[in-house]
């Protein structure tokens, strides 16, 4: 569930910033925003790496259970609970806020400027600049007490360990608000239109407040309460009572998060990458995915405790298969800009319909492949 974390969270705050009337450049960034915050709670990870390294060296056995027999006692506690994800949503928008305070930027989710030329506007006034500057001191203020009581908490029901995690995903939270928010200054600088601190703030907060239900399937689910209240869900949400039933149900909740994503990307590019789209990237190669039936018997039967053989043989057939797509993709369209240009320099919109087509057979290849899967596995 790694990746379907980030195509969910794209999906969901891409096209939201399209419904709302944000151009394509801004659905773009604000859909990447999101995904880089589904991404950041997993980054507990490393903590529970270095744990499980800890366990080894003292005697703990080397393999997948083992592994995350340790892990989960770390992984998923700290980071994932949704008291986390708003208190990481609020330290996001303030940095965002201090860095655009920073640069002098105040603008909003596509608002036009009041101006045709560089002095057509008056500079505002200090007082003026010290009434806009009191909603971006009070955010600061309110992410600064709201990180701190988290932390005190934390200390209070689980101890020093988890304080440390918690803060530093916090400052790691910190640190990629302030490189989007300037970012996103850059980008837009001179535009007419821009990316507010309030929408920054919501994209960030759709990854971060998703998260932790895409961890529902797998061990044991997130304490979404952590650390003011019980946990709500002290089992996993368990799709069948066959072990790789199951998996396989998991597998397809994933690969459709990915689908979401890419056709919010297809949907929201739709404009300026008229060359290639999602029924037309499809191609003929995908149907290589139904090869992978006979895994159902050659392979031991996977499930959750071990999917890896599941995921260590289904996922890089359909990445060749994406790749093999991908290069052919890219040299017909090649061959079609040299006839209608005259010239065979590779064109960005060639390069960029070439990997679409890429990403969108090996999500073919991948979906046939566990369809296929399945349905021998039905029949055994």
Known sequence: MFVGHEFLAFALAGLGAHRLGGDERASLWLGAVAALAALLPDLDVVYAVATYAAAVAGGTPLGWEAFWGVANGVHRVVTHPLPVGV?????????????????????????????????????????????????????????????ITLLATFYTTDGGAATLVAAAFLLVVGVVGALAGRRTTAAFAGDRTSLSPTALTAAAGVGFLTHPFGDVFLAAPPPLLSPFGPPLLTERIVLATDPTLNLLGILFAEVATVWAGVAVFSRVTADRLGGVRLRGAVDARAALGVGYAPAAFLLPRPTI?????????????????????????????????????????????????????SVVVGLTTLTLAGVAYGAVYLLL
Do not use: C, K, M
């Not at 201090?98 to 596509?110: E, F, H, I, P, Q």
């Not at 405790?305 to 993709?329: E, N």
């Open 87 to 147: 208190v990481g949503t609020l330290v996001f928008g303030a940095t965002v806020v201090a860095v655009r305070r920073g640069r002098g930027t105040n603008s909003n989710l596509a608002q036009p400027t009041d101006s045709t030329g560089p002095n057509d506007v008056e500079p505002p006034s200090p007082i003026a600049r010290r009434h806009s500057s009191i909603p971006a001191v009070a955010g600061v203020a309110v992410a600064v007490v709201a990180a």
């Open 305 to 357: 405790a071990d999917a890896h053989v599941l995921g260590f043989t289904i996922v890089p057939l359909a990445i060749v298969v994406a790749l093999w797509a991908g290069r052919s993709a890219r040299a017909r369209l090649q061959r079609a800009d040299a006839e209608a240009t005259g010239t065979a320099d590779r064109s960005a919109p060639a390069r960029v319909d070439a990997a679409y087509v």
